[in-house]
């Protein structure tokens, strides 16, 4: 399930301390294909997609959807942030009719461990509370990220179940819009 429903979209940039979310554009798109097709970004996502593959697949403007922030550093895309529909087919809910806002983001390897990833998904979760103000936004990972795991904490998330999915232990947890970030 893909969109946030009533939300106008692309909102207006955001500007954060160092770095801009917004739309993508044409120039992302070897960006893209290197998110899509880097082993380290894709160990706790499934693996990795062939390049070939990616090259005949990814359109000229990838990532152009509601919900899909380009994280821009200094004029360079270095990952992105999402916001989507939680499929209500999927384990892993805190509302009887499902669908909530799920978080969700992916960086390139030489931007991990510089707080990027905490600045991006504050500033996403930030502009969805206002877009839409009475949502929980939730938040799956695998237990076996460790750095994920911590950052849904720093974020505010707060553990509602754990459950097995594409083979592996997920960690499923919540942030309610009155959750300020820990």
Known sequence: MTGLGPVAWPPAPIRTERLLLRESKARDRVAFIELFASP??????????????LERAVPEVPGRRPGVFVIDLDGAMIGTV????RDAERPGHVRPEAGEPELGYMFLPEAWGCGYAAEACAA??????????????VLCTQTANDRSMRLAAKLGFTEVERFEEYGAEQWFGVRSSATPPG
């Open 40 to 53: 380290e970004v894709h160990t706790y996502l499934g693996g990795p997609r062939p390049r070939d593959e």
């Open 82 to 85: 999402s916001l989507d529909r």
């Open 124 to 137: 996403a979760l930030d502009w969805c509370a206002g877009a839409l103000p009475s949502e929980p936004v």
